[in-house]
C-alpha cells in the first residue's frame, strides 16, 4: 500500500485472478484430527454424554474421570484419546482397510475414542521412554474373551505363529450388536511400581465430598473394580496393542516378569492380552488394495460370516483350558453378548464431511462461508449408526474458536489480494478497497453481480 493509504493498481495478472471465483482452498489434513489446539466444544460435550449414558447418570451430568470417578471440581481432567491423533498414516490406512471403512474416513476424534481422565491418569496412559510404554493400559474384562476370539478367528492367521493376517475386511461393529458398554481391567506396567496416582472415590457424587470415601490404590491396583466406557474394544484393542507390540515385539508376552500379579485365577486375562496383541499385529500386517487406496467406489469380495467362538460354561483358550472364572475366580467367562454370525457390513461413517460445491466469491463475507454438508456413506456399518444426538463429526468444524481463526485467515487473503475498480466517472481515481466482513453496499451481498454495478 502507498503512503498515501491508496493501493497501487494492480497488474493484469492480478485482474485476471481477482475476476475468477474465489475457492476456499485450504489444504486437506491427511486424516482428521484435532484442527485447533484443544477439542471442540461439542466433542466434550458429547463425550460426557457417553459417559453419562453407560452410568445412568442425567446426560447434563458433569464430566468426571473414569477411574478415580473425581468430577473437574476436585481434580484436573483431561480429555484422553484411546488411538493417539499422532498415529501415523499408513498405520490408520490398514486400521480402515481392516475395518470395512472407505479411504480416508476414520476420526480420531469422534466420541468413541475419547474418555476423561485425571490429569496424570492421561499423563501415565500415554507415557513412554525409549519409544516403549511405561505407563498402564486397558484390557477387555474376561467376559468378553469369547468375543475377542471370535474377532481374532476373523482377522488372525492362526497358522502364523509370528502375527500373521488374513487381509480381511471386516467392521468391528458387527461383533458389538447393539452393544454401547464396555467393560475393563487396567493394567499397569512395571513402571508404574511405585506410583500413588491411582486412587478412587467411592461416594456419592451428587453428595457433598467425603475424603473418607476416597480409596487409595497402589501397584499392581488390582483392588480396582472393572470399569465400564463407551470405548468400543477395536479402539482399546489399537491402543493396547500397539503398546504390547512396542514392548514384545511378535513373541509372548513375559508375563513373569512385567505382569507377574496376573496369577492362576487371571488365565482369561493373559489370553485377552494375546489375542489383543495378535489381532492388533494382524490389522498392521494387512495390505490395503491400491485401488481402495485413490479413494474411489470400492466392492469388497464377498466373505464367509465369522464362526462365533463363545461357548457355554466358560470362553479359555485352548493353550489353557476351558476356565470358570477371571480375577480371584469370581467372574464367569460365559460372555455376556449374543451370539453373532452375521457377516460384517464394509461401509463408512455416516456422518462423514464432504464440501459443498458452492464456492466463496470475492464479494462474499466470511459469514456466508456454507456449512460442511453430511454424505451418508453407508447406513450400515458406520461408526455412530445407532447414535440418537448429533455426532461430534457433525459439530467438530463448528468450534468457535477455529471459525474466528477461518475467519481471520479469509479477510487476510481477501485483503491481500482485493482489487481496486477504476470509477465510473473515468476519472482514473480508485474506489475505496472493501475488506471482507464489512458490507458498505449492495455489492457486498450475495447475488450481486459485482461486475454489472
Known amino acids: 500500500m502507498d503512503s498515501d493509504g491508496q493501493t497501487p493498481s494492480p497488474t493484469s495478472k492480478r485482474i485476471r485472478e481477482d475476476n475468477a471465483p474465489y475457492v476456499l482452498d485450504v489444504p486437506a ?24 449414558k453407560v452410568e445412568n447418570l442425567p446426560e447434563d451430568s458433569p464430566p468426571h474421570c473414569v477411574v478415580s470417578r473425581a468430577s473437574e471440581q476436585r481434580m484436573v481432567l483431561e480429555f484422553a484419546h ?44 500415554d507415557a513412554t521412554k525409549d519409544n516403549k510404554p511405561t505407563g498402564w493400559f486397558w484390557i477387555p474384562s474376561d467376559d468378553a474373551l469369547g468375543l475377542l476370539r471370535t474377532m481374532y478367528g476373523v482377522y488372525v492367521d492362526a497358522g502364523n505363529q509370528t502375527g500373521g493376517t488374513q487381509n480381511t475386511r471386516h467392521a468391528p461393529n458387527s461383533f458389538y450388536k447393539k452393544s454401547t458398554k464396555f467393560t475393563y481391567r487396567l493394567i499397569p506396567l512395571p513402571d508404574m511400581m511405585e ?31 472393572d470399569i465400564e466406557l463407551h470405548i468400543p474394544y477395536h479402539f482399546v484393542i489399537v491402543n493396547t496393542g500397539k503398546k504390547l507390540l512396542q514392548l514384545y515385539g511378535h513373541g509372548k508376552i513375559n508375563y513373569a516378569r512385567d505382569f507377574h500379579f496376573l496369577g492362576v485365577d487371571d488365565f482369561l486375562t493373559r489370553d485377552l492380552m494375546d489375542n489383543t496383541l495378535d489381532i492388533y499385529a494382524a490389522w498392521m500386517s494387512s495390505t490395503p488394495d491400491p485401488q481402495w487406496l485413490t479413494g474411489e467406489p470400492y466392492d469388497d469380495p464377498k466373505q464367509d460370516p465369522p464362526v462365533d467362538q463363545r461357548r457355554k460354561g466358560g470362553a479359555g483358550s485352548d493353550r489353557r483350558g476351558p476356565g470358570k472364572g477371571g480375577r480371584s475366580g469370581k467372574k464367569s467367562a460365559s460372555g455376556s453378548q449374543p451370539p453373532n454370525t452375521g457377516a460384517a457390513p464394509s461401509g463408512g461413517q455416516v456422518g462423514r464431511r464432504c464440501t459443498t460445491s458452492k464456492s466463496l466469491a470475492p464479494s462474499d463475507s466470511a459469514s456466508y462461508i456454507e456449512p460442511l454438508e453430511l454424505a451418508d456413506v453407508s447406513s450400515k456399518g458406520s461408526e455412530d449408526e445407532d447414535e440418537p444426538f448429533v455426532d461430534d463429526e457433525d459439530e467438530e468444524y463448528e468450534d468457535e474458536e477455529w471459525l474466528e481463526g477461518l475467519k481471520e485467515w479469509v479477510n487476510g487473503v481477501w485483503t491481500a489480494t482485493r482489487r481496486v475498480d477504476v470509477a465510473r466517472d473515468g476519472s482514473g481515481s480508485e474506489a475505496e478497497a472493501t475488506m471482507v466482513g464489512v458490507l458498505p453496499d449492495l455489492a457486498r451481498f450475495k447475488g450481486v453481480n459485482e461486475t454489472s454495478l
Do not use: C, M
Open 29 to 52: 489434513t491427511r486424516k482428521r484430527r484435532k484442527l485447533v489446539s484443544s477439542l471442540a466444544t461439542t466433542v466434550k460435550k458429547n463425550v460426557a454424554k457417553e459417559a453419562a
Open 82 to 125: 484411546v488411538i493417539s491423533g499422532s498415529t501415523p498414516d499408513k498405520e490408520l490406512d490398514r486400521l480402515e482397510w481392516s475395518w470395512g471403512l472407505p479411504y480416508n474416513t476414520l476420526n480420531v476424534d469422534t466420541r468413541r475414542n475419547i474418555h476423561t481422565l485425571a490429569i496424570d491418569l492421561h499423563r501415565l496412559f
Open 195 to 225: 506410583s500413588w496416582s491411582v486412587r478412587r472415590y467411592e461416594g456419592d457424587s451428587d453428595a457433598p465430598f467425603d475424603p473418607e470415601e476416597i480409596q487409595q490404590s497402589v501397584y499392581p491396583f488390582t483392588d480396582l473394580p
